[in-house]
């Protein structure tokens, strides 16, 4: 692999695995709402572009990575709420 396919957003995986575990018991989530809610989530939070995952972390002061992980949450939040109320079938009014 070379250096530029190292590259990639450190919060994608973490993401994606945490959306994945939330709705892991969920019949009413298809795989196309799983990737909406990552995408929707990925979309709220600031990219951190790595090569290695821990190359951040590393850097990351304690404060840093707690403001990360709380952000992560409310992103993660936010896009599952959204993604699930526009799979809610209407009612039937217009």
Same mark, same amino acid.
Do not use: P, Q, W
């Given at each position: 692999? &070379? &250096?530029?396919e190292q590259i990639?957003? !450190? !919060?994608?995986? %973490? +993401?994606l695995d945490e959306v994945?575990?939330?709705v892991r018991d969920r019949r009413d +989530?298809?795989?196309? #709402?799983?990737?909406d809610m990552a995408c929707v989530a990925l979309n709220k939070l600031p990219a951190r572009y790595v090569r290695h995952d821990v190359? %951040? +972390?590393f850097y990351l002061t304690?404060?840093?990575?707690?403001? &990360?992980?709380?952000a #992560?949450?409310?992103a993660i939040t936010e896009a599952m709420a959204l993604v699930l109320a526009r799979q809610t079938p209407s009612d039937g009014a217009a």
């Open positions: 692999m &070379s &250096s530029i990639h957003n !450190y !919060y994608e995986r %973490l +993401v994945v575990r939330r +989530v298809t795989a196309d #709402m799983v990737a190359d %951040l +972390v304690e404060t840093e990575r707690h403001h &990360s992980d709380v #992560m949450d409310a």
